[in-house]
């Protein structure tokens, strides 16, 4: 099972395990109006912004990648 990586909205890190529609939640910066990760996961709707996350955006959300990215 692999695991993409995503910023919501430039307000959210978020991951997506294959063959889920949902959006798990690592991270979210709530002064940008960020998603909290205690809401639970979230399906993306077309008016949500997604990118692939780098290893700049987990330290921007102060996540440690270790374990995320290879």
Same mark, same amino acid.
């Given at each position: 099972?692999?695991?993409?990586?995503?910023?919501?909205?430039?307000?959210?890190?978020?991951?997506?395990?294959?063959?889920?529609?949902?959006?798990?939640?690592?991270?979210?910066?709530?002064?940008?109006?960020?998603?909290?990760?205690?809401?639970? /996961?979230? @399906?993306?709707?077309?008016? #949500?912004?997604? =990118? /692939?996350? @780098?290893?700049?955006?987990? #330290?921007?959300? =102060?996540?440690?990648?270790?374990?995320?990215?290879?």
């Amino acid at each position: 099972m692999s695991t993409q990586y995503f910023v919501c909205n430039e307000n959210t890190l978020c991951y997506q395990n294959d063959g889920d529609t949902c959006l798990g939640v690592l991270a979210d910066k709530p002064i940008k109006g960020g998603r909290a990760w205690l809401s639970g /996961p979230f @399906t993306p709707t077309p008016s #949500d912004r997604l =990118r /692939p996350a @780098t290893l700049a955006d987990f #330290d921007y959300y =102060r996540v440690d990648p270790t374990g995320h990215i290879a």
